[in-house]
């Protein structure tokens, strides 16, 4: 796991090697059922999340499984006794999936944004990424920017208030790639904590 810091906030990534995530059946799962898409964030002339039920990405269940044990291990100082990480969706009754895809063609770049403050923590797993088509750049509120290089397999965790762009994909090639957050669950009252 490699740690980077951009103070206040620390960002870990590392690659994946668990044969258990098939990126390829993922990719050509997302693929077969792009008429299950539904869209949020039009920015730039293009759809920036792409959101679709896991009933037809059953490939994603092993990677989401993963990522939450991931999390857990690395974060489990800021949970409670007897609490976890989930990262919601459909499947487990919840309304809103907290996974989504970005699929980012030939001169496709990602706004400054940030995640939803609620959850824990975010990140980002790279499923398909060409040469040439763009890297993560966080930002922190003195303008201090961190740039850390988009490769195929790695997944980034990094904190959901701060704030990170893509770059110019400058590739012929899209740049594919699974973003989420995890929450604490189940959810303390305020006097628990």
């Known amino acids: 796991m490699n740690t980077y810091y951009l103070f206040p906030h620390k960002i870990l990534s590392t690659k994946i090697t668990d044969k258990n995530i098939n990126s390829i059946n993922i990719l050509s799962e997302l693929n077969d059922n792009k008429k299950k898409y539904t869209f949020t964030h039009y920015i730039n002339n293009r759809w920036e999340n792409i959101y679709i039920s ?98 195929a397999g790695k997944i980034i965790f990094f904190p959901p208030e701060l704030d990170h762009y893509v770059t110019i994909n400058n590739s012929k090639n899209k740049r594919i790639s699974i973003s989420f957050n995890c929450y604490k669950f189940p959810m303390l009252s305020r006097k628990n904590k």
């Not at 990677?63 to 990262?87: C, D, G, R």
């Not at 990140?123 to 290089?149: A, C």
């Open 54 to 151: 896991p009933q037809y990405i059953p490939s994603i269940l092993p990677f989401i499984s993963f990522v939450t044990s991931l999390s857990i291990k690395y974060y489990n100082n800021l949970l409670m006794p007897h609490q976890t990480l989930i990262i919601p969706h459909e499947l487990l009754g919840y309304q809103k999936n907290e996974f989504w895809f970005n699929i980012s063609k030939h001169g496709d770049s990602t706004r400054l944004h940030n995640h939803n403050q609620k959850a824990l923590l975010s990140g980002v797993f790279y499923l398909d990424v060409p040469k040439d088509s763009g890297n993560i750049i966080f930002k922190n509120s003195k303008k201090k920017e961190l740039e850390i290089k988009a490769e």
